[in-house]
């Protein structure tokens, strides 16, 4: 069960965090939500729906700002238990345009998705992990993507992808000693956030589809760490094949 327990969501203000977030209050839960965005909406309606909230605005790729966020959520709840990393810039989305080929992308660019996307998982795991080691207990939730090769301009973001899910493989080995879950699952296909225009949400399917898959990950057994997990007639399931 999760009620009760201390989930911390980065990438919590819009589109798949928040809709993470909501499903969470409603199975009960203490939730930290976390964006370098405004909070407000969110927080609202998490307390909405009589979930203790803390809000945090915070960078992920901010080392010091990372420290403090979890340092802030760990004395405000006295523990963390669940870890969800969300934050994210993610492709071009299906009503965006598309990112540049590689030989036309700015190195800059390329290294604000991975500092993003890879970097802020691996420092928001790192600073997490001493949290819940003195617990000897926790999971953590990384969020996979992919792309098809065909779809000129994504290669940034299914890169740093496919690195979260390698960066789960191998930091689920070192800690499951302490006993912590470390896992990482998708949404469950292309989505539509409220972002989208009117017209891209009347074809694609809204958060909705992302179900409960995460508070079910939440509990997932120490047998599927390190794994990308997967629904499947309702319950999740491991693929521990790499590559």
């Known amino acids: 069960m999760v009620r009760e327990r201390v989930v911390l969501i980065t990438g919590a203000a819009r589109g798949i965090g928040r809709y993470i977030a909501k499903t969470f209050a409603d199975a009960g839960t203490k939730l930290a939500v976390v964006d370098i965005r405004p909070l407000d909406t969110v927080a609202r309606?998490?307390?909405e729906r009589e979930a203790e909230t803390l809000a945090i605005t915070a960078d992920v790729t901010d080392e010091a700002a990372v420290r403090a966020m979890m340092q802030q959520v760990a004395s405000h709840y006295g523990r963390i238990d669940v870890?969800?990393?969300?934050?994210?810039?993610?492709?071009?989305?299906?009503?965006?345009?598309?990112?540049?080929?590689?030989r036309d992308m700015e190195k800059s660019f390329w290294d604000r998705i991975?500092?993003?996307?890879?970097?802020?998982?691996?420092?928001?795991?790192?600073h997490v992990l001493p949290?819940?080691?003195?617990?000897?207990?926790g999971h953590i939730l990384n969020l996979h993507g992919g792309g098809n090769p065909t779809n000129v301009g994504s290669a940034a973001y299914v890169t740093s992808k496919d690195a979260i899910r390698t960066f789960t493989q191998y930091v689920a080995e070192e800690e499951r000693e302490f006993g912590i879950f470390i896992?990482?699952?998708?949404?469950?296909?292309?989505?539509a956030t409220e972002d989208a225009p009117e017209e891209v949400r009347q074809r694609l399917p809204g958060v909705e589809?992302?179900?409960?898959?995460?508070?079910?990950a939440a509990q997932a057994p120490m047998e599927?760490?390190?794994?990308?997990?997967?629904m499947e007639e309702g319950r999740l399931i491991g693929d521990s094949a790499h590559g």
């Open 224 to 230: 599927l760490s390190g794994q990308l997990l997967r």
């Open 83 to 102: 870890l969800v990393n969300n934050a994210a810039i993610p492709t071009h989305n299906a009503w965006e345009p598309h990112w540049a080929r590689i």
């Open 209 to 216: 589809i992302v179900g409960t898959r995460f508070v079910l």
């Open 45 to 47: 309606e998490l307390r």
């Open 131 to 137: 949290y819940m080691e003195q617990q000897r207990s």
């Open 183 to 191: 896992g990482c699952l998708g949404p469950g296909g292309i989505i």
């Open 114 to 126: 991975l500092d993003t996307n890879l970097g802020g998982t691996f420092l928001c795991t790192k």
